[in-house]
């Protein structure tokens, strides 16, 4: 586990969402950064789209991700 220094702004902003969504700070920022990161290997597809592959039950590393070829945008 490492360190990420963020605004304290966008630490307010995890913090406010974390409570709605009834995740822990660290969760709700973890599940923004993967949301992201699926975002840019996959640009074409929506954000409903994206959270059902995070929440598909398969452990998306950035490596698996690497593997997969991106989907060229029509």
Same mark, same amino acid.
């Given at each position: 586990?490492? !360190?990420?220094?963020?605004? /304290?702004?966008?630490?307010?902003? !995890? @913090?406010?969402? =974390?409570?709605?969504?009834? @995740? =822990?700070?660290?969760?709700?920022? /973890?599940?923004? !950064?993967? !949301?992201?990161? +699926?975002?840019?290997?996959?640009? &074409? $597809?929506?954000? %409903?789209? +994206? %959270? @059902?592959? +995070? $929440?598909?039950?398969? &452990? $998306?590393? +950035?490596?698996? $991700?690497?593997? /997969?070829?991106?989907?060229?945008?029509?």
């Amino acid at each position: 586990m490492g !360190i990420v220094k963020i605004s /304290e702004e966008l630490h307010e902003e !995890i @913090r406010e969402a =974390s409570g709605v969504m009834a @995740r =822990s700070i660290n969760a709700q920022a /973890e599940f923004w !950064i993967k !949301i992201g990161m +699926l975002a840019e290997f996959y640009p &074409d $597809l929506t954000y %409903t789209q +994206l %959270t @059902r592959k +995070l $929440l598909s039950g398969k &452990d $998306l590393p +950035l490596a698996m $991700l690497k593997a /997969e070829p991106a989907r060229e945008a029509v």
